[in-house]
């Protein structure tokens, strides 16, 4: 294998991972989640990408697109063995067109250099999923990542305007370009983004930018109970604010990260949402205050750190905190519908307890995604039983409310199957026969995203 | 055929059309948009459509749905036979929360209808298609309809949080429910958005709404050349104003409409942009600051209309004005990527010279979505026959500057088989499993949106 893949792409971007190369997990740090891959390739190119999509297909061999190694899901992890595809060489600029609003960038160009680049031209690409650093657009896209600010600014997806793809059997195919609407064909880019390389392997994103808001404010906003914090959000929907972002994060987390806060959490506070408001200087300032005076019955403090910035990179390391408390951690992404949330946490934190786990909830409150999380001891088989038991009583509760299994992190391995609990049967078969559409070999991403 | 469909329905809502039926045209009046239905059925529900779908792949009988009949390409007409399935009898809303930002309404609703119980409520639902008194929100769905409103709020699918829909062989499916964020599965909801009935029959609509901006104001400018238009729309976005509306009217155009127009168009003007921008009252006096000040230089008149509604009813007026003149015209839907337009638009003047035909354009310039015209005599076969030679050359024209060949009209019956100059080859074999997937006996509106 590995010496056709030198020939291809020359013998230094040709790996055979060790067991424990960081090629072969991802950072949700679950069991399970180990691949074998049998080669790590590097590919320089979209031409390369499709080139090794091609060879695969060839030889039967899967093939598992990898970007970042952000992921939380095992999405990008070779769990049945073949070839990981590293996207970290495609790093190329291709486009950046400030006066149209555009950017087109390889699948490897970090999420956080995207950002700087349509900053430093007056212009914001808004998705900002965590660990931006790492994270590559590639796999953003492939995942369709979230974060805080998709409350007014949409997910990922909602920015490509178009992809660069490599499709079975092995060749490069674009989905969309610049025009800015289109209804030629039926939307096969959105069935790209979020497809976690189980239909194709994104090798370039042409992303649509804004210009950039004048202004940002962020508030901490402490409350003393959950029912009030969520009580409290519904508010501020109520209200007809709109906030660039909605966040949250529950009394067991707020213990654990207080220590990192740029200020103080009032001993009493049970609950606090982190919120920010953009705009033009006047537009922000009056969101701002709409926002205090639809929260500040309810509120303990509210505090208004100086640089949102700080806000949200503390926020940002939350995942890291709360794993470090007892070495591991079982986090899943869940979504309630908004006005379910305040029972959807009380019922966690009810089925943590049951299985004499401590438990802790954060996420992005004003979409009704949490990040509910049940704290470990990686080392104990039985904990993580316990552990996994808890999620999947986590997963019938949120089905039972209207709500979806992952809202941004995807399925990826963890969650496969899972589907089956909540969608009917024909559009389960649909997402099948989608994915047979795209990848009749079965070898895009062996094991991931099963519908059931 | 009748008589079955009659048990299912009720007698009064099974009619067999006489050949002149409305129910055997649409809103486009163009040479070959002639259905032939069977059958035109009403059902009454939800229930009832699934129903006529699953009677429909029993018997091997087309099923065309069809919403208010305002297409514009022949997607709503039987044009093999079979069942005319109007959803005009699915009226009910459902669910309207406005503290939760959202209202679930059947197919049937009018956009209009969407609109106000928006408005009642102090939130917007911003899609705004022309003919918005007569088109049904299930058939704006299933176009993906645009509007002026589309370059800041988006087409209608960014506004769908959900769809019921019934699929072959007969069954009712829920796509998308009321969480924020899903990425559970692959994107089977943005596939039925603007997928025109070939893929499943959209019964309801669930839908995200936003609060109302405070103010909007609409401004029109005139400008002496098309030259200066187009270069003035692109100075617009490069001083990063963001105007919620930006739809141009050219020379011609402006010629055929002053009359309507509530003002006066000065005589030299030859080409005029109609701008909007809103948001709170200092945020939106600033952008309209902000475009005068960008504009000024070139304009040789600036108009601030009173009531920005009036405006818009001008411009919804446009269709029906240029079809008057000489009672035909030609207009196709497509779309340049925008730094392309006045190139494009130039180029299509030249087409229509060279076809001997008078020829007009208007559309989203900020989109580059053009409607772009040629006024016939209907019933001169030879001026038919030159307008559809010079459609041919647009479509060209339109894909080698890397745009779409339809930006919001859809594809329907007149622009069936052009996806095939505008996609890779692989992607057209896409488009076509997934309709396989979704119509295995290709009997949901079949002969429309084909791709080659």
């Given at each position: 294998?590995?010496?056709?893949?030198?020939?291809?792409?020359?013998?230094?971007?040709?790996?055979?991972?060790?067991?424990?190369?960081?090629?072969?997990?991802?950072?949700?740090?679950?069991?399970?989640?180990?691949?074998?891959?049998?080669?790590?390739?590097?590919?320089?190119?979209?031409?390369?990408?499709?080139?090794?999509?091609?060879?695969?297909?060839?030889?039967?061999?899967?093939?598992?697109?990898?970007?970042?190694?952000?992921?939380?899901?095992?999405?990008?992890?070779?769990?049945?063995?073949?070839?990981?595809?590293?996207?970290?060489?495609?790093?190329?600029?291709?486009?950046?067109?400030?006066?149209?609003?555009?950017l087109?960038?390889?699948?490897?160009?970090?999420?956080?250099?995207v950002q700087?680049l349509a900053r430093?031209n007056?212009l914001m690409f808004?998705?900002?999923?965590?660990?931006?650093?790492?994270?590559?657009?590639?796999?953003?896209?492939?995942?369709?990542?979230?974060?805080?600010?998709?409350?007014?600014?949409?997910?990922?997806?909602?920015?490509?305007?178009?992809?660069?793809?490599?499709?079975?059997?092995?060749?490069?195919?674009?989905?969309?370009?610049?025009?800015?609407?289109?209804?030629?064909?039926?939307?096969?880019?959105?069935?790209?983004?979020?497809?976690?390389?189980?239909?194709?392997?994104?090798?370039?994103?042409?992303?649509?930018l804004?210009?950039?808001?004048?202004?940002?404010?962020?508030?901490?906003?402490?409350?003393?109970?959950?029912?009030?914090?969520?009580?409290?959000?519904?508010?501020?929907?109520?209200?007809?604010?709109?906030?660039?972002?909605?966040?949250?994060?529950?009394?067991?987390?707020?213990?654990?990260?207080?220590?990192?806060?740029?200020?103080?959490?009032?001993?009493?506070?049970?609950?606090?949402?982190?919120?920010?408001?953009?705009?033009?200087?006047?537009?922000?300032?009056?969101?701002?205050?709409?926002?205090?005076?639809?929260?500040?019955?309810?509120?303990?403090?509210?505090?208004?750190?100086?640089?949102?910035?700080?806000?949200?990179?503390?926020?940002?390391?939350?995942?890291?905190?709360?794993?470090?408390?007892?070495?591991?951690?079982?986090?899943?992404?869940?979504?309630?519908?908004?006005?379910?949330?305040?029972?959807?946490?009380?019922?966690?934190?009810?089925?943590?307890?049951?299985?004499?786990?401590?438990?802790?909830?954060?996420?992005?409150?004003?979409?009704?995604?949490?990040?509910?999380?049940?704290?470990?001891?990686?080392?104990?088989?039985?904990?993580?039983?316990?552990?996994?038991?808890?999620?999947?009583?986590?997963?019938?509760?949120?089905?039972?409310?209207?709500?979806?299994?992952?809202?941004?992190?995807?399925?990826?391995?963890?969650?496969?199957?899972?589907?089956?609990?909540?969608?009917?049967?024909?559009?389960?078969?649909?997402?099948?026969?989608?994915?047979?559409?795209?990848?009749?070999?079965?070898?895009?991403?062996?094991?991931?995203?099963?519908?059931?």
């Amino acid at each position: 294998m590995c010496s056709d893949l030198r020939r291809l792409l020359g013998s230094e971007h040709v790996h055979e991972p060790p067991h424990d190369s960081p090629y072969n997990r991802d950072a949700s740090r679950r069991r399970g989640v180990e691949g074998r891959a049998d080669a790590v390739v590097l590919p320089a190119s979209a031409e390369e990408v499709a080139a090794v999509l091609r060879w695969c297909y060839d030889n039967d061999v899967p093939i598992v697109a990898r970007g970042g190694g952000t992921g939380l899901t095992g999405g990008a992890v070779a769990t049945e063995g073949g070839v990981v595809c590293s996207l970290e060489r495609l790093r190329e600029v291709r486009a950046l067109e400030p006066a149209l609003w555009r950017l087109e960038v390889e699948a490897g160009v970090s999420t956080r250099h995207v950002q700087r680049l349509a900053r430093e031209n007056g212009l914001m690409f808004a998705p900002d999923p965590g660990a931006a650093e790492q994270s590559q657009i590639g796999g953003n896209a492939a995942t369709n990542a979230g974060g805080p600010h998709a409350l007014k600014y949409g997910v990922t997806g909602s920015w490509v305007a178009g992809l660069e793809t490599a499709l079975a059997p092995g060749e490069l195919v674009q989905l969309g370009g610049w025009a800015r609407k289109d209804v030629a064909g039926y939307d096969l880019k959105s069935l790209l983004v979020g497809s976690e390389g189980t239909l194709g392997i994104i090798t370039a994103v042409r992303l649509g930018l804004l210009p950039a808001p004048e202004t940002a404010i962020a508030l901490v906003v402490f409350l003393r109970t959950r029912a009030e914090g969520c009580e409290a959000m519904l508010d501020v929907l109520a209200a007809g604010v709109q906030p660039s972002a909605l966040d949250f994060a529950d009394g067991e987390t707020l213990q654990m990260v207080a220590g990192s806060y740029p200020g103080s959490v009032p001993p009493e506070a049970g609950f606090a949402l982190l919120a920010e408001v953009d705009g033009t200087r006047a537009e922000a300032h009056a969101q701002r205050a709409a926002l205090v005076e639809v929260l500040s019955d309810a509120a303990i403090a509210i505090e208004e750190p100086a640089e949102p910035p700080a806000l949200w990179r503390w926020r940002d390391g939350f995942n890291g905190v709360v794993t470090g408390v007892r070495g591991g951690k079982v986090s899943e992404d869940v979504v309630f519908p908004v006005e379910r949330l305040a029972e959807g946490l009380e019922r966690f934190d009810e089925i943590g307890a049951r299985h004499g786990l401590r438990s802790c909830a954060w996420g992005h409150g004003g979409e009704g995604n949490v990040h509910a999380t049940v704290l470990v001891d990686p080392a104990s088989e039985p904990e993580l039983d316990a552990a996994e038991a808890a999620a999947e009583e986590l997963f019938a509760l949120t089905v039972s409310l209207g709500g979806s299994i992952t809202g941004e992190h995807g399925v990826g391995w963890l969650k496969r199957g899972r589907l089956a609990s909540q969608w009917d049967t024909r559009a389960l078969e649909l997402h099948e026969l989608i994915k047979a559409a795209f990848d009749p070999k079965g070898l895009l991403n062996p094991g991931k995203k099963l519908a059931r």
